[in-house]
């Protein structure tokens, strides 16, 4: 099982496209320092980590001259990895984790299995192509990235909505509640929580 000390994961992923420091502590306070090159994920990511109560430092340097594509995704791979550094053997949490957030008309719930198995429902209907400059298909990327990367199965569903960026808002303050809830130390258990004694 991974100790206190052992829940942070740290992360550098460089190729020719994005070169990405990410460091990440379940145990935190909602503390960032996040600048990506692309503003509204640092927007999102800002509210990911606060609502979540999770320390989160990220620094990105991508080919945002061409899009936010390479960026975005390869943003979810690393959050992704540095989560399933922070969790070990994904022993005495937790595991399951749900969160649903209004924001204003919009109401959207995330629930989440920290189960080692990767898998992506992606239930938004989004009116709008673009919030800004940035392109909200990239939205589902990064999460089918961390969800890939980081073995986890997440279900994320939107009741209703009507604004593109109030969606996405609750989406991303959603998924850091289900998350804390999720990585929660439980006492009872003992090693990872499964009848099978394993992920």
Avoid: W
């Avoid at 791979?77 to 919009?106: H, N, T, W």
Wanted: charged share 20%.
């Amino acid at each position: 099982m991974a100790s206190s000390a052992a829940r942070k994961g740290q992360i550098h992923r460089q190729t020719k496209e994005t070169d990405i420091r990410l460091a990440l502590n379940l145990d935190g306070q909602g503390n960032t320092s996040i600048k990506t090159g692309v503003p509204f994920m640092d927007h999102m990511l800002t509210l990911f980590a606060v609502h979540g109560f999770f320390d989160l430092e990220i620094t990105a340097n991508g080919d945002t001259e061409v899009d936010g594509h390479h960026t975005v995704e390869d943003l979810g791979i690393c959050l992704g990895q540095a989560l399933k550094q922070a969790l070990g053997d994904f022993g005495a949490i937790c595991r399951y984790g749900q969160g649903a957030v209004p924001m204003d008309e919009s109401l959207v719930r995330v629930t989440l299995d920290c189960s080692n198995r990767p898998y992506l429902h992606y239930g938004l209907q989004l009116a709008d192509q673009k919030v800004g400059d940035f392109d909200t298909a990239l939205a589902k990327e990064f999460f089918r990235a961390v969800t890939l990367h980081g073995g986890i199965t997440l279900h994320v569903e939107m009741v209703h909505g009507e604004n593109t960026h109030h969606i996405l808002e609750a989406m991303f303050k959603a998924f850091g509640r289900a998350l804390d809830q999720a990585t929660t130390t439980e006492t009872r258990a003992h090693g990872p929580l499964s009848s099978k004694g394993s992920l």
